[in-house]
């Protein structure tokens, strides 16, 4: 059966036609597919038929300017570019929303390990300007602050009543607050 014979029959809706026209080309078309689409692709199957529905419903716009083989393969060929297009938008569109999502939690960490550097850096000047104060001061606000003795162990090591412990350590956290002031006015990085 020649093309312009076939293509006649199936517009007819022959379904001998039809049979004989799936038959001649199925294999072809699924082998098209399955290159353009990859091996044991799910969808070459799927792009397979989709053709052959195109093709039967096209045919009344077949010129004969080709081949019937050649046409069929023609919208083979589209079709499976369709969907690798639309497999691209896909990956395009997830890559967009995971960056997305991952964005505000990039930037949270980025917020803490800003904050914590910050924090390392203003202890570092407490520190340091707490080193400069005298022996009284420095030794109490060492014990409260990094070895966490209360006001009773404070007064029994300094052997003063907790009163004059808490007078001590307000006139020292006072003394170092405006220490600490000065070295950030004068821009110390320590």
Same mark, same amino acid.
């Given at each position: ?10 517009? !007819?809706?022959?379904?001998? !036609?039809?049979? &004989? ?8 078309? &699924?082998? !098209? ?19 052959? *529905? ?53 930037? =949270?960490? =980025? ?13 570092? *000047? *407490? ?23 209360? &006001? ?9 009543? *907790? ?22 006015? !004068?821009?110390?990085?320590?």
């Amino acid at each position: 059966m020649d093309d312009r014979e076939l293509v006649q029959k199936l517009i !007819a809706k022959d379904p001998q !036609a039809e049979r &004989y026209f799936f038959q001649t080309y199925k294999d072809k078309v &699924y082998q !098209a597919c399955s290159y353009l689409l990859g091996y044991r692709d799910p969808e070459a199957e799927d792009t397979a038929q989709e053709a052959f *529905i195109i093709a039967l419903r096209k045919l009344p716009e077949f010129e004969f300017r080709s081949s019937l083989n050649r046409w069929l393969y023609r919208i083979c060929v589209f079709l499976c570019y369709e969907r690798i297009r639309k497999r691209r938008r896909q990956v395009t569109h997830l890559d967009w929303e995971l960056d997305n999502l991952s964005a505000p939690l990039s930037l =949270q960490k =980025q917020r803490r390990q800003e904050e914590e550097e910050e924090k390392a850096r203003m202890a570092g *000047i *407490i520190r340091s300007q707490r080193d400069l104060m005298g022996e009284p001061c420095k030794d109490l606000l060492r014990l409260r602050d990094e070895e966490d003795h209360s &006001y009773a162990q404070l007064s029994e090591a300094l052997k003063v009543p *907790i009163g004059t412990v808490m007078s001590r350590l307000s006139r020292c956290k006072e003394a170092l607050k405006r220490l600490v002031l000065d070295a950030l006015k !004068a821009g110390e990085n320590v």
